[in-house]
């Protein structure tokens, strides 16, 4: 089975499909929500900082595990641990975490569909006003637009690694930077943004707490893809030629320039949009930022640039998160369908066809949580609050499962196949990371601070999701 494995085609296709997996919603819209919330420049240096120090190694843990064993998370965990049940249950849970993520990243990236769509065929107008989104979620065309969505990551996905998802990275990901720098130039440009760039580069120290901290951690390990199956995927498609702690960095490097660029242009483009922005005040979440908010910063171009203009702004935007959108969404279905492909030697297809109906199916059930049905809109009440079903997959395995399957990476490495073992596989086609200080620092701090934090965030966010305490700060 291992022998005929799918492989990526040369080391760039491995770095730009695993950079299109960590490209996401999360940096382009997430880190720079996350940045003005937190502080600006103080935000940007912890996250830094969070990079390198802690996920950088986890990153390299994950690559390693696939790569090694060129097996999915539950087979890679079931090899390296010798088939012990519990590190089965949690290679398990490596697959089960981005099958679910997969059902609610799904709702987000057809809801960019539906604003592309608009914004293509003149109706900017409409996405602008305040009360479109809510309007939008709950209308039936969202149905259509999924089916879209569905049918462009099937397409993807069933040509295979080295044609699909290798060869889609190759083209989407070169696009996606190109616009975002583009864009990001255009909006220097504009009037008052330069207040924008000063919040966001220079550091205010007093705003950096222990909230502010955790706020940065958990923003680089979803940005990143850890936690979550896909690396240890990648990396079992990654050849042995490649130098695998460079590409890591490269990886790392090139999701943190885009989340940082994209700080660039959104945050500039608040302040232009009202130099008065009072960055406390500003919505505090990813979906009303993109969804309610940029469409009137769009809008409001059109007193410089005129309607068109404006109209074609909003839709390198929306295009440049779609296309994020999608490679991320590619990576998160392709865990469980090489995973179904390795535990019950399906085919690609059928292991493919089986798995998108079960995550549209759930899809749907997201979609009309949002007020369509009364039954998903208030599906459960816990910590105080109704929660809707797509909260709930949300608070599950978002915001508690992805630190749990972080720290079990983390001791699966270092306790049980041992750093030694994990060292060879590091410095396979790499012999100079020998004895280096990165390479003591990674066998360090991943059998000691970083599995302390990630369980501390674990038994936290446990407390606060679904008790309502926060027993750390
Ligand atoms: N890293 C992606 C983002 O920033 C999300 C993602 C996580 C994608 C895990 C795949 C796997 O949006």
Redesign the pocket.
Known sequence: MAANREQFGSRLGFILAAAG???????IV?FPVAATKNGGGAFLLIYALMVILICLPIMMAEFAVGRTTKKDPLGAFEQLSGNSRGWSIAGFLCLLT?FM?SVF?TVITVWLFGYLYNAVIGNLDKLARPEYFGEFINDGSIFIHMVAVACIVIVILMCGVQKGIERAAKILMPALLTMLVGLMIFVLTLDGAFAGVKYFLIPDVAKIDAGVISAALSQAF?????G?G?LITYGSYMSRKTNLPDSAKLVALA?TSVAFIAGLLIIPAIFSFNPNTDTDKLSDSSVSLIFNFLPKIFLALETTIGYIGASIVATIFFLLVFF??IT??V??VEVPVSGLMGKKNYSRRKSLITLITIIISLSLICATSFGMLEFFTKFLHYAGADKSFFDLIVDIFYDTILPLNGFMVCMLVIYRWKKHNFNVEMEHADAPYHGTLLERYVDISLGTIIPFILAAIFINTVSIKFFGTNILF
């Open positions: 997996s960590a490209v996401g919603i999360g940096n997430g981005p993520i990243y979803f940005s990143l893809s850890l979550m896909t999701d994020a959108a991320s969404l990576s998160l």
